[in-house]
């Protein structure tokens, strides 16, 4: 039962004691809380009252997430060391050469020190003949940029849980990689595999948001294809990921933080009803499937789209008063839709964009 904004069967574990740590600890503290809607992660809420109106059972949250960090952050050095793109070995060999124990951490700061005497001993020559002398400098070695460098949050929020029994697990995140393209698949590979080592759940469930729309810009008329685009890419891309599933936010805004969470949630609890807890449910939203050209028009075939298409927008439901208002950012459909769509555009060979049309 559900009184005085209380949830009766949903509890949040929150790890609280630490931030972040360079290397690895065993243990962290927090507390359990018996909490009202507000006292919990919204994401992981939103999640869990998806199952719970389901299931009816009830569920454990196991909250070890901060505001605004890369997904570098969260991954387990692990999850590099047995990565085989040349993207993620060179984030592990930065993880061993801040690693006292290794022979790459001697090598590294040998020549970090080396170079340091080297840049003085140049500028004790030049200064004797009567030159300027340079400004010293030299990158420090390792993921020691700040404490959001690769693992560091893992090893003080998240690694001291394991091995907490848990099902699965929900990744919601975007902001702070904008615009770093398509190394999120590779991030995201190393992530879902580095917890599932550390867990020792070869097939641990892992779900995860494609990032939302950032807005607050004016939109200029010019498309473009970026590095937060390719970034959302490299997410779509990592469903090949076995035990995985990918729920869109697109159509909900938002700056650091977004309108609405809710929604967003409950689409990730989508997966989990249908791939864990056998309900008969439509887990994905429409996808890209492939494309053809026919004249001065482009058709796309999508999958997950039994049934059809239809325009929809979130806006007016997840914000302002009024009839028809849900404070979520359920899509609502919209009248002849198809003419009201602007936003997009074909280009020939010539690469040149033109406003399109859509039905």
Not at 132 to 145: L, S
Not at 173 to 199: K, T
């Amino acid at each position: 039962a559900e009184t005085e904004g209380k949830v009766a069967p949903i509890r949040e574990f929150e790890v609280t004691s630490v931030t972040s740590q360079l290397h690895p600890i065993k243990k962290a503290t927090g507390s359990w809380k018996d909490g009202s809607y507000g006292d919990y992660s919204a994401i992981a809420f939103a999640f869990a009252h998806k199952l719970y109106q389901e299931l009816n059972v009830p569920i454990g949250i196991l909250n070890c997430s901060f505001s605004q960090t890369a997904i570098q952050a969260w991954i387990p050095r692990e999850g590099y060391a047995s990565a085989k793109d040349e993207y993620s070995k060179a984030i592990h060999l930065k993880c061993l050469q801040t690693d006292p124990t290794t022979t790459e951490h001697t090598e590294a700061w040998h020549a970090f020190y080396q170079s340091l005497k080297d840049q003085s001993a140049a500028n004790e020559a030049a200064i004797k003949q009567g030159e300027k002398a340079k400004e010293i400098g030299a990158d420090v070695p390792g993921n020691m940029r700040t404490n959001r460098d690769a693992n560091w949050l893992f090893n003080g929020r998240l690694g001291p849980a394991v091995p907490f029994a848990i099902r699965g697990a929900i990744w919601n995140q975007g902001y702070a990689n904008m615009g770093e393209g398509l190394p999120y698949y590779n991030n995201l590979h190393s992530l879902v595999r580095g917890w599932r080592i550390v867990w020792g759940k070869p097939e641990l469930p892992v779900y995860f948001h494609q990032f939302y729309c950032p807005g607050g810009g004016a939109y200029d008329g010019t498309p473009s294809i970026g590095g937060t685009a390719e970034m959302r890419l490299g997410t779509w891309l990592a469903r090949d990921i076995p035990h995985t599933g990918m729920a869109s936010q697109i159509d909900i805004q938002g700056a650091i933080h977004y309108q609405a969470k809710a929604v967003p949630g409950q689409r990730l609890a989508l997966h989990a009803l249908k791939n864990q807890y056998g309900k008969q449910v439509v887990a994905d939203g429409p996808m890209f499937k492939s494309y053809k050209v026919e004249g001065n028009k482009v058709i796309v075939e999508f999958d997950h789209a039994k049934g059809g298409l239809v325009v929809a927008e979130t806006g007016t439901n997840a914000t302002g008063r009024g009839e028809g208002v849900t404070g979520f950012a359920d899509p609502k459909i919209i009248e002849h839709g198809d003419d009201q769509v602007k936003l997009f555009y074909l280009a020939g060979e010539d690469r040149v964009w033109h406003p399109a049309g859509m039905k």
